[in-house]
């Protein structure tokens, strides 16, 4: 989330910081990154699945969409901040792309 | 696990339940039913409906007949195969080409026969689209229409119930051994209710993730395949599934005579999955560029990718077998993948057994949604208990106590008493679909705004009763039918199941009426399941 103040890492105090609910910011990187992650993912798996007659391939990269999206919409919460579960799952999805770039059809590698 | 997280869960498992278990209700009753979508199909069709079935090639002569003379049957024609033989009877649909893709509602049916000199009859249908509706109900949660926006709605409640499910299981698992298993009963009703919540969303969770899951993709395939389409597959997933290439008007006319006859299809499909149970032909665009005929049917060792079955493809002139992708028995490791994820939703494998254990399922995660709201309820007028005097209860406890009441008995007694009118419509009524949509609604809505009038307290009891009424209804009219032929019921002993199983579930409910009776005039006076408490502000 750009603009976001940078969080003070909590440096080893003897009470844990508490859980932020965050709610509207974690859930919408849970619906947001979470699809975007899965799609990213189900692309993946066509790459890996090339050989395959389209017909099939692209019904299990569909079939892996939901599982992948609503597993991250559904663990999001077990992040401690609203920043955080967008910074992770951003880089996540970047780490993703860039290895689907790699891997993709007709891509570099 | 820390204290804040199970609270966060705690709070994600409240909202999403709350806001999806009534819809989710209505999904897994109408599901239940769905099972037995086939058996509840034969026992609402009346005895004159119901053709003797002949040798299999005997139909040959109709559907060669028939195919050459209606250019439009849809999505192709169906006969019905019993064994080694036919049902004598065409049937297929034309549905309005402004429909959505799945809404069968606006469909015309229409069927064709052969009359006594052996000439094609064609006659459009009225079929009473009973289960077709509980279906429907099932597939967009108590919506009258499988259109793309009521699946849309499905879709979102079913993420929900995704997310419901992970994050029950989060707040369970600290405790999970120490609770599982443990069931108290005893003067706290809500531990009780707790314990058999959790025991039951525990022992049923693979099947509840698997609905979840698969439900979310029926809702909303076609817009992940086309977000898909444009950035995975670049346009060869549409590709795929374009029409047949070439000009349509180059191809050779083709004479449906010169057909294979069923039993030779049959044979091929046979010999291409050795086991494989036939149940009916499919027969599309024979006399165009690209004709097939499908051979439906299920391998009672395999598992069938829908809930009719599977099919082999077949070329019905040259007899090439063109696809046996779908073909139960004989699918390759990743079309058998494919299947098994709606196998798993359809109960289309393991036979007679997985039927009844996914009814049993089906109607325990119904009572799960139930009994979930209902802890909702009381979790709330717990915190607002203090001091000797009656409390003021919250609104939105009473509010939702009367709809959940209203809502899940409601659906039950609609679907019991639309179901009971099957026997008692035909022939008295002409549009047979639309009453069977009107006596479901009709009950519905009355049943909500009687448990709003009454609030929960009162109108459990009496919509208890009325659901065992209706449930009642099915196995009495079939006995009237038996009993009194010329009053327009029948029965069949075949599908005595059907009203066995009603009866079962009218006994059942008498007894929730009577236990819900006792606990509203002798229960906790501050509970919103009190009438007491009503009769003491009064006076």
Known sequence: MPGAPTESTPARRARPVPIRPDWVSKTLAGVLLGLSLALTCSGLLAALLIGMPVPVSGQLAMWLVPPVWLGVLSFVYFFSSGLRAWLWLGGVNVLALGIWWLVRPGGVA | ?539
């Open chain 2, 1 to 539: 696990m820390r204290a804040d997280f199970i609270r966060i869960y705690k709070s994600v498992h409240t909202w999403t339940g709350i806001v999806s278990g009534m819809a989710l209700f209505i999904a897994f009753y109408a599901g239940a039913l769905t099972v037995f979508k086939e058996p509840i199909r034969d026992w609402a069709t009346p005895p004159a409906a119901i053709l003797q079935p002949v040798p299999m090639d005997e139909v040959q002569s109709l559907i060669v007949q028939t195919l050459a003379n209606t250019p439009a049957t849809g999505r192709g024609a169906v006969v019905r195969l019993q064994g080694d033989q036919a049902v004598p009877r065409l049937e297929w649909t034309v549905r309005d080409p402004n429909a959505d893709d799945h809404d069968d509602s606006a469909a015309r049916h229409y069927e064709a026969r052969l009359d006594a000199a052996g000439k094609v009859q064609v006659s459009e249908q009225q079929p009473s689209r009973l289960v077709e509706f509980i279906d429907v109900l099932h597939r967009v949660v108590g919506l009258p229409v499988d259109s793309d926006p009521n699946r849309w709605v499905m879709g979102v409640i079913s993420a929900l119930y995704f997310v419901a499910l992970v994050s029950g299981v989060v707040v369970l698992l600290p405790s999970l051994v120490k609770d599982f298993l443990a069931f108290r009963v005893g003067r706290n009703l809500k531990r009780m209710w707790l314990d058999a919540h959790n025991v039951v969303g525990i022992v049923s969770l693979p099947f509840h993730i698997v609905m979840a899951l698969s439900a979310v993709v029926f809702a909303f395939h076609d817009q992940i395949y086309a977000v898909q389409d444009q950035l995975v597959h670049e346009g060869r997933w549409a590709q795929a599934f374009a029409g047949p290439r070439g000009n349509p008007a180059e191809a050779p006319a083709r004479n449906p005579a010169e057909m294979l006859t069923p039993t030779k299809l049959v044979r091929i499909a046979e010999v291409a999955s050795p086991g494989f149970e036939p149940s009916g032909l499919q027969y599309s665009r024979v006399t165009g560029p690209r004709p097939t005929v499908r051979v439906w049917g299920k391998h009672p060792e395999g598992i069938s990718p829908r809930a009719l079955g599977g099919f082999a493809e077949i070329d019905p002139y040259s007899g090439e077998l063109l696809s046996a992708d779908y073909l139960s028995g004989a699918q390759s490791t990743p079309n058998l993948i494919i299947s098994s994820f709606f196998a798993l939703h359809m109960a289309s494998f393991g036979g007679l057994a997985v039927l009844w254990l996914y009814f049993l399922l089906g109607l325990a995660g119904a009572w799960l949604f139930y009994g979930g709201n209902l802890l909702w309820v009381e979790t709330r007028r717990k915190a607002q208990r203090r001091g000797a005097d009656m409390p003021v209860q919250r609104r939105d406890t009473a509010i939702m106590a009367a709809a959940t009441v209203g809502v899940c008995l409601g659906c039950m007694a609609g679907i019991s008493l639309t179901m009971a009118a099957a026997k008692w419509l035909p022939g008295r009524v002409d549009d047979l679909a639309a009453w069977h949509v009107g006596i479901y609604y009709g009950v519905f809505f009355a049943s909500v705004g009687w448990a709003f009038c009454r609030g929960a307290a009162r109108a459990a009891v009496s919509l208890l009763w009325l659901t065992a009424a209706c449930t009642a209804a099915i196995p009495l009219s079939s006995l009237l039918g038996w009993l009194a032929p010329g009053s327009g019921s029948w029965a069949d002993g075949a599908l005595l199941g059907v009203d066995l199983t009603a009866l079962a579930g009218a006994l059942a409910l008498v007894w929730m009426a009577r236990a819900t009776a006792r606990r509203v005039r002798n229960g906790p006076q501050d509970s919103v399941w009190s009438v007491r408490r009503r009769e003491v502000a009064a006076t």
